[in-house]
């Protein structure tokens, strides 16, 4: 019944940087548990490694979507990506829809798939359920294993709450590859500790979210620096004005040190030493300034991309054409391998 398909060429790395592959969804302004928990790592890490970056439109329809504000979202995070670092001389960046071989692929995943496990999902508890729950939102981790195991990727880097997609899809490829022979690679996930869970500002016990109703709660990649300063200086912490990081006991000061930790790369442990004298106030002004120094250049870049946008589409387009190759090449391995058409 298995089919040995021989170990493909394409599995031997054509140079000893591991393939890294990553995403996110345009929907809507994006903040910065985004760009610490993910993000910055893709651009830290883009010259140790060969990176695909996709913006994943297809799961963003997952959940319903004004047509006209999912295209401006998906130029707005073009343009957040390409202003925050992601070099697309060293990293290929493009648009998931452009690629069909991300459907397809995911269908094929869906039939090595249990219903059983995409229900365990801790997301698709939180976020499913509801009469209105699309199917899509249930399959969404099968399209993001597509995403993963098109590109024969190695290492996904991701904030904390994205883990257990990418244990599914590792659990798939072994599933794929005991079945039809080793067809595709497993990948790992990267989740660095830093950052991994930047939470709410007011309640510091839920992880920052766009979705959250209230917007103190959050800080966007395009707040100007009287907004940052007043949404820090109204951030949720506790009453003992010691500067720790003690995520049971306090979640808020411990939300605080990860974020200037991940902004400064400085271990908290430094910070900690740093603030042993100072007051709350003192700490939460200078968290804000950094994540204003960190935002700065950023901001300065997004304004450039805002006047040319042309610019953007192109870099889109020469990246879904860059990676055409590898996503062809793995989806016809996989066919052949499952024993579709001839
Ligand atoms: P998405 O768009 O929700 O989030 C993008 C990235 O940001 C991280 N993140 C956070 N990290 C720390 N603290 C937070 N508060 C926070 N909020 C978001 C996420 O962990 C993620 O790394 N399904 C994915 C997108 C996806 C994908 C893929 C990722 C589709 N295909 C293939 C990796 C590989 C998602 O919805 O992420």
Redesign the pocket.
């Known amino acids: 019944m298995f089919t040995n398909v021989p170990f493909p060429a394409i599995f031997v790395a054509m140079s000893n940087k591991k393939r890294v592959?990553?995403?996110?969804?345009?929907?809507g302004d994006l903040?910065?548990?985004?760009?610490?928990?993910?993000?910055v790592n893709w651009v830290r890490g883009q010259d140790a490694h060969d990176n695909i970056f996709?913006i994943?439109d297809l799961?963003?329809i997952t959940v319903p979507q004004d047509p006209k504000k999912l295209k401006a979202n998906t130029m707005e995070l073009a343009k957040v990506l390409l202003a925050s670092g992601i070099d697309p001389k060293k990293s290929t960046l493009f648009v998931?829809s452009e690629r069909p071989e991300h459907s397809e692929m995911g269908w094929i995943l869906n039939c090595f798939t249990h219903m059983g496990e995409l229900s365990r999902m801790t997301?698709f508890k939180e976020k499913g359920g509801k009469k209105e729950t699309t199917v899509g939102l249930f399959d969404?981790?099968v399209?993001?294993?597509?995403?993963?195991l098109l590109y024969d990727?190695e290492e996904?880097?991701?904030?904390?709450?994205?883990?257990q997609?990418?244990e599914i899809?590792r659990d798939i490829a072994q599933r794929l590859n005991k079945r039809v022979g080793k067809v595709v690679v497993v990948?790992e996930p990267v989740?660095k500790k830093e950052?991994?869970?930047?939470?709410?500002l007011t309640d510091p016990t839920k992880?920052?979210?766009?979705s959250d109703q209230n917007e103190n709660s959050?800080i966007l990649l395009r707040d100007d620096a009287e907004t940052i300063r007043k949404k820090f200086a109204r951030a949720v912490t506790d009453s003992d004005n010691k500067i720790k990081f003690d995520k049971a006991k306090k979640p808020g000061i411990s939300n605080l040190l990860n974020i200037m930790s991940v902004c400064t790369e400085t271990p908290i442990i430094e910070l900690e030493k740093k603030y042993a004298d100072s007051n709350y106030g003192q700490f939460k002004t200078d968290v804000a300034e950094c994540v204003i120094e960190m935002l700065k250049p950023i901001q300065a870049k997004l304004a450039e991309y805002d006047k040319n946008e042309d610019k953007v589409r192109k870099i889109l387009a020469d990246g879904a054409e860059a990676v055409a190759p590898r996503a062809k090449d793995t989806l016809q391995r996989v066919k052949k391998a499952v024993g579709l058409g001839l």
Not at 143 to 148: S, T, V, Y
Not at 156 to 163: A, N
């Open positions: 592959f990553s995403g996110i969804q345009p929907s903040h910065i548990g985004n760009y610490l928990g993910a993000i996709c994943v799961h963003a998931q997301q969404y981790p399209l993001m294993a597509g995403d993963i990727t996904v880097p991701v904030g904390e709450d994205q883990k997609h990418v899809a990948p989740i950052g991994a869970r930047i939470m709410s992880k920052m979210s766009k959050y």
